[in-house]
């Protein structure tokens, strides 16, 4: 059964982000949310693959991709895309040092954090493994927004 804690994480971890794309502005919602919501669709078939290998365990029972897993990929994974490329899109390395920044606290901050509260724990990952599983997304997501600026004819390199 769901516990109250991992409802209320899950509610929270979806709400909040999605809060924040009313502040990123129209222009930069319509420039950057194909290749977020693009890349968001592999991020839910790598988390699919992920628990397939059990590389992480959730501790609520049953198990249930659709309460464990895909808030984390509905939440802060498409929002916090958007907003990494609306502010750093046009400068590779720029954007680089920004996802590894995320991509760090979130691996080696924010998910002992979920083990300690007993939500999720890593399986067969380590914090550097799991580091680099969630930080590659990164480089695919710069792809997929190049490409489309290419395709729609508009030049990187930030805002207009």
């Keep these: 059964m769901t516990s109250k804690k991992h409802k209320l994480f899950n509610l929270s971890i979806i709400v909040i982000p999605w809060l924040s794309v009313l502040f990123i502005g129209k222009q930069s919602l319509k420039r950057y949310s194909l ?3 693009l890349i968001g669709m592999y991020e839910i078939f790598s988390h699919i693959n992920g628990r397939r ?5 959730f501790y609520d029972k049953p198990k249930n991709f659709v309460r464990d897993e895909l808030p984390f990929d509905v939440g802060p994974y498409i929002p916090a895309s958007m907003w990494i490329l ?3 899109y046009g400068n590779f390395k720029k954007f680089v040092l920004v996802n590894a920044i995320f991509n760090g606290l979130f691996a080696f901050l924010f998910i002992p954090f979920l083990h300690k509260i007993k939500i999720f724990r890593l399986n067969r990952l380590s914090y550097p493994k799991f580091f680099l599983y969630i930080h590659y997304k990164a480089y695919l997501l710069y792809g997929v927004q190049y490409l ?7 030049k990187g390199g930030g805002e207009k």
């Design 53 to 57: 290998k059990k590389y992480w365990t």
């Design 86 to 88: 609306k502010y750093t």
């Design 35 to 37: 290749s977020s919501a």
């Design 148 to 154: 489309i600026e290419k395709v729609r004819g508009e």
